[in-house]
């Protein structure tokens, strides 16, 4: 029983030999300062310098001769330019001389509907309203195909797409009013461009009076 008390004490001392852990320890040095009361400092040698005074100014005359003013100084008057009240005449303007210019107002016709269609250059000799819907929707067509290149970014980054594009031919026949709709402004941009080169046209009709018209037509972008 002695031995195996002994034994365990022995190994318990072991384990806790082996366990023990010391750690280093940070020194601390203390500067001391000692502050001196007694502070001389020897102040500089300053020497005052003397400016002499200014001169006095010169003394007046002692006798003063008063010269007649005998040139005579002709005064420029200067008019004014502002009208006087008085200058005023009231004209009387009588309604009877009063022109009234009368305003047009822009009429927009559909292109369905309307009762003469914009003739596209090259339709001229189309018969009738139908002829010439046809005639020009084929010339638009033909001109799309040939005014048509693909913008070269679109084409780098495989961009495709339909761009929806409204457009109005004027009373005077010309092409504004453009408006797109489209999944890439590369594209937009190029059939932006495409419907502004379209050539001047005759103006549609309604009733004998030449009427702006609309137009829509989706422009395909596919890469083959």
Same mark, same amino acid.
């Given at each position: 029983?002695?031995?195996?008390?002994?034994?365990?004490?022995?190994?318990?001392? %072991?384990?806790?030999?082996?366990?023990?852990?010391?750690?280093?320890?940070?020194?601390?040095?203390?500067?001391?300062? +000692?502050?001196?009361d007694?502070? #001389?400092?020897?102040?500089?040698?300053?020497?005052?310098?003397?400016?002499p005074?200014?001169?006095?100014? &010169?003394?007046? &005359?002692?006798?003063?001769?008063?010269? @007649?003013? %005998?040139?005579?100084?002709e005064? /420029?008057?200067? @008019?004014? %330019?502002?009208?006087s +009240?008085?200058?005023?005449?009231?004209?009387?303007?009588?309604?009877?001389?009063?022109?009234?210019?009368? $305003? $047009?107002?822009?009429? /927009?016709?559909?292109?369905? *509907?309307?009762? !003469?269609?914009?003739?596209? &250059?090259?339709? $001229?000799?189309? #018969? !009738?309203?139908?002829?010439?819907?046809?005639?020009?929707?084929? #010339?638009?067509?033909?001109?799309?195909?040939?005014?048509f290149?693909?913008?070269?970014?679109?084409? $780098?980054?495989?961009? +495709?797409?339909?761009?929806? *594009?409204?457009?109005?031919?004027? =009373?005077?026949? !010309?092409?504004g =009013?453009?408006?797109?709709?489209?999944?890439?402004?590369?594209?937009?941009?190029?059939?932006?461009?495409?419907v502004?080169s379209? &050539?001047?046209?005759?103006?549609?009709? +309604?009733?004998? #009076?030449?009427v702006?018209?609309?137009?829509?037509?989706?422009i !395909?972008?596919?890469?083959?």
């Open positions: 029983m002695y031995f195996v008390i002994g034994l365990t004490i022995v190994l318990f001392l %072991t384990w806790r030999a082996l366990e023990y852990k010391t750690y280093p320890k940070d020194e601390v040095v203390l500067d001391l300062v +000692q502050a001196v007694d502070l #001389k400092e020897d102040a500089p040698v300053t020497e005052m310098i003397k400016t005074p200014p001169p006095p100014p &010169p003394a007046a &005359p002692e006798v003063i001769e008063v010269v @007649e003013d %005998t040139e005579e100084i005064e /420029t008057i200067i @008019e004014s %330019t502002e009208t +009240q008085d200058a005023v005449v009231d004209e009387v303007i009588e309604v009877d001389d009063v022109e009234v210019g009368e $305003e $047009e107002e822009e009429i /927009t016709v559909p292109f369905a *509907i309307i009762e !003469n269609v914009p003739v596209f &250059p090259g339709c $001229e000799s189309a #018969k !009738n309203n139908e002829e010439r819907k046809l005639c020009f929707q084929e #010339k638009i067509q033909e001109h799309i195909i040939k005014e290149t693909y913008p070269p970014a679109a084409l $780098e980054l495989g961009i +495709q797409g339909r761009v929806f *594009i409204q457009f109005v031919i004027d =009373s005077k026949g !010309n092409i =009013s453009i408006r797109m709709r489209g999944p890439d402004k590369n594209l937009e941009k190029e059939a932006h461009r495409i502004a379209l &050539p001047r046209m005759t103006p549609g009709s +309604q009733r004998g #009076k030449a702006s018209v609309p137009y829509s037509i989706p !395909n972008f596919i890469i083959q």
